[in-house]
C-alpha cells in the first residue's frame, strides 16, 4: 500500500479524537452564553450555573488541545536563536526545548494530579450546581500526560534524527 491510501494510524485517529474533544466545549460555551442571554433578555432569568459550567467547559478545551498543540510544536515561544539556523545547533536546540517543554508539562500534570486527589478525598464541589471538581482533574491529568508524552515523543524523534544525520 501506497502512503497515501495507508489508513490513518492510531496517532492520527488520537488526533482527530482530541480535535473533536476540544470542539465540543466550544460549542457547549456557544450554545450556553447564547441560551443565557436570551433567557436573561427576555425572560429575566439566566442560565442557573452557567458560570461554572463554562468553566469546566473552558478547561476542558485547554487540556484537549493542549496535546495537540504540543505535538506540533505550536506553544508560544520567543525566536531569539532563530537566526542562528545551522543543522546541528538547530537539532540541540530543537531537542533541548522539546526536552523543557516535557518537564514543565509533567510538573503541570503532577500538580493537577495532586489536585484532583485532594479535591476527591475532600469531595469539593463547585458553590452553585454542586459539580464534582474531582472528576475534571482527572480528565485534566490524563491530557496533561498526553501532552508530556507527546513532547517526550518530539525529543525522542529529534535526537534519533540527530544520530541518523551524522
Not at 488520537?14 to 470542539?23: D, H, K
Given at each position: 500500500?501506497?502512503p497515501?491510501?495507508?489508513?490513518?494510524?492510531?496517532?492520527?485517529w488520537?488526533?482527530?479524537?482530541?480535535?473533536?474533544?476540544?470542539?465540543l466545549p466550544?460549542?457547549?460555551?456557544?450554545?450556553?452564553?447564547?441560551?443565557?442571554?436570551?433567557?436573561?433578555y427576555?425572560?429575566?432569568?439566566?442560565?442557573?450555573?452557567g458560570?461554572?459550567i463554562?468553566?469546566?467547559a473552558?478547561?476542558?478545551?485547554?487540556?484537549?488541545?493542549?496535546?495537540?498543540?504540543?505535538?506540533q510544536?505550536?506553544?508560544?515561544?520567543?525566536g531569539?536563536?532563530?537566526?542562528?539556523?545551522?543543522?546541528?545547533?538547530?537539532?540541540?536546540?530543537?531537542?533541548?526545548?522539546?526536552?523543557?517543554?516535557?518537564g514543565?508539562l509533567?510538573?503541570?500534570?503532577?500538580r493537577?494530579?495532586?489536585?484532583?486527589l485532594?479535591d476527591?478525598?475532600s469531595g469539593?464541589a463547585?458553590?452553585?450546581?454542586?459539580?464534582?471538581?474531582a472528576p475534571?482533574g482527572?480528565?485534566m491529568?490524563?491530557l496533561?500526560a498526553?501532552?508530556?508524552?507527546?513532547?517526550?515523543?518530539?525529543a525522542?524523534t529529534?535526537?534519533?534524527?540527530?544520530?541518523e544525520?551524522?
Open positions: 500500500m501506497s497515501s491510501t495507508r489508513p490513518p494510524g492510531p496517532v492520527v488520537l488526533e482527530r479524537a482530541l480535535g473533536v474533544f476540544s470542539a466550544v460549542a457547549l460555551i456557544v450554545l450556553l452564553t447564547f441560551v443565557d442571554v436570551f433567557g436573561r427576555v425572560f429575566s432569568s439566566p442560565v442557573r450555573g458560570v461554572e463554562t468553566e469546566h473552558m478547561a476542558l478545551v485547554i487540556f484537549a488541545a493542549l496535546p495537540l498543540v504540543t505535538r510544536r505550536a506553544h508560544i515561544s520567543v531569539v536563536l532563530d537566526g542562528m539556523k545551522r543543522g546541528t545547533f538547530t537539532r540541540i536546540r530543537t531537542t533541548l526545548c522539546d526536552l523543557i517543554a516535557a514543565g509533567a510538573l503541570i500534570t503532577w493537577v494530579a495532586a489536585q484532583a485532594d476527591r478525598k469539593t463547585s458553590v452553585v450546581l454542586g459539580l464534582p471538581q475534571l482527572y480528565a491529568t490524563v496533561a498526553a501532552a508530556t508524552l507527546a513532547a517526550l515523543g518530539l525522542w529529534s535526537l534519533r534524527t540527530a544520530g544525520a551524522q
